[in-house]
C-alpha cells in the first residue's frame, strides 16, 4: 500500500534530510524524505508514514511510522537513529549470545538461560563502559563480542605453544598476528 502511495507521490519533492554522524569515523547521512499521514488499523490517532531514500534515484525506500504527527521528519528519523543501536543490541541478545534458543524448555530452565545471557550481555555493557571511560573510541556489542573471541584465541594458543617456545617469543608472536586486527580494542 505505502509503495503505491510513493509512485502515487512522484510529482512531490523530496525534503532532503541530514542527520548527525554517528561517530567520527563516518560523515552525516543525508536522506530523501517524504511524509504521508493518514491511519492505521487499531490505532485511533493519524500517523506519519515517513517514506526515505538515500538517493533521488533509490528503488527502494525505507518506510517509518510515527504517531506523534507534531515531530518533524527531521526530529522522527533523529528518534529512530537513536533507537537503532538498541535493535542492534536485542539481535545480538537473540543472535550472538542466544536468548532466542530456548525452545520448548521448562520455566525453571529459562529462568536459568535468561540469567546467564544477562550476565554475559552485562559483561559486555561492562567492557563497553570501561573503554568509554579511557574515551577510547565508539564500539558495538559485536567489537566487544569479537574482541572477548580474540581474547580466548589468544589465551588458547598461548596454552597450546607454551611447550614448544619462551613466554617472550610466543608475546611477540602473538602480537605480531594478532596487530593487524582493526576492531581489536586495547
Not at 110 to 130: D, E, G, H, P, S
Not at 167 to 174: K, N, P, R, Y
Amino acid at each position: 500500500m505505502l509503495t503505491n502511495n510513493n509512485l502515487a507521490l512522484r510529482h512531490k519533492h523530496y525534503e532532503q534530510i541530514t542527520l548527525d554522524a554517528v561517530d567520527d569515523k563516518h560523515k552525516a547521512p543525508k536522506y530523501y524524505t517524504r511524509v504521508i499521514t493518514g491511519c492505521l488499523e487499531d490505532i485511533a490517532e493519524p500517523v506519519h508514514a515517513i517514506i526515505s531514500k538515500r538517493r533521488p534515484g533509490d528503488k527502494f525506500p525505507k518506510y517509518f511510522a510515527c504517531t506523534d504527527t507534531s515531530l518533524s521528519v527531521e526530529q522522527a528519523l533523529r528518534y529512530y537513529q537513536k533507537r537503532w543501536p538498541v535493535e542492534v543490541d536485542n539481535t545480538y541478545l537473540k543472535n550472538a549470545l542466544g536468548l532466542g534458543d530456548f525452545r520448548q524448555q521448562s520455566f525453571e530452565a529459562t529462568q536459568k538461560w535468561f540469567a546467564v545471557v544477562m550476565l554475559a550481555i552485562n559483561y559486555l555493557q561492562y567492557r563497553m563502559a570501561l573503554a568509554y571511560s579511557k574515551n577510547l573510541p565508539k564500539s558495538s556489542l559485536a567489537d566487544f563480542i569479537r574482541q572477548h573471541r580474540l581474547e580466548h584465541f589468544q589465551n588458547l594458543l598461548r596454552t597450546v605453544m607454551q611447550p614448544f617456545a619462551p613466554a617472550q617469543q610466543i608475546e611477540t608472536c602473538l602480537q605480531d598476528v594478532f596487530s593487524v586486527s582493526p576492531w581489536a580494542i586495547v
